[in-house]
């Protein structure tokens, strides 16, 4: 098993910053992608952004690019979002989540990600 925990939301003003950690712990030998996909209220969880914990190659969401970057420490286990020029769409609950892909591709599925977080809240306003 492997477990997420996931810190880092909060409330800011359209245009600022907030960077999202997610911690991994237990069998992480079996995971070889991490992700974030969020849920808006009435909407479903969407793909956010992904990496491939070995090679580091990165896939992100078209109106996230630019803005949003991920990136890991493998001493620590833990993959971070920053994310910039925040705008009142991203909010959100922010999921972490991992999988252990074959050939390492990165999914945007969330039934191909076995582990998830718990969530953490996004606000932005306007």
């Known amino acids: 098993q492997v477990q997420l925990v996931e810190s880092g939301g909060g409330s800011v003003q359209a245009g600022g910053s907030l960077r999202l950690s997610c911690a991994a712990s237990?069998?992480?030998?079996?995971?070889?992608?991490m992700g974030w996909f969020r849920q808006a209220p009435g909407k479903e969880r969407e793909f956010v952004v992904a990496?491939?914990?070995?090679?580091?190659?990165?896939d992100y969401k078209g109106s996230v690019k630019g803005r949003f970057t991920i990136s890991r420490d493998s001493a620590k286990n833990t993959v971070y979002v920053q994310m910039n020029s925040l705008k009142p769409e991203d909010t959100a609950v922010y999921f972490c989540?991992?999988?252990?892909?074959?050939?390492?591709?990165?999914?945007?599925?969330?039934?191909?990600?076995?582990?998830w977080g718990q969530g953490t809240q996004v606000t932005v306003s306007s």
């Open positions: 237990g069998s992480i030998f079996s995971i070889n992608t």
């Open positions: 989540a991992a999988r252990n892909s074959p050939l390492g591709a990165i999914s945007r599925v969330p039934v191909n990600y076995a582990y």
């Open positions: 990496i491939n914990w070995r090679s580091g190659s990165t």
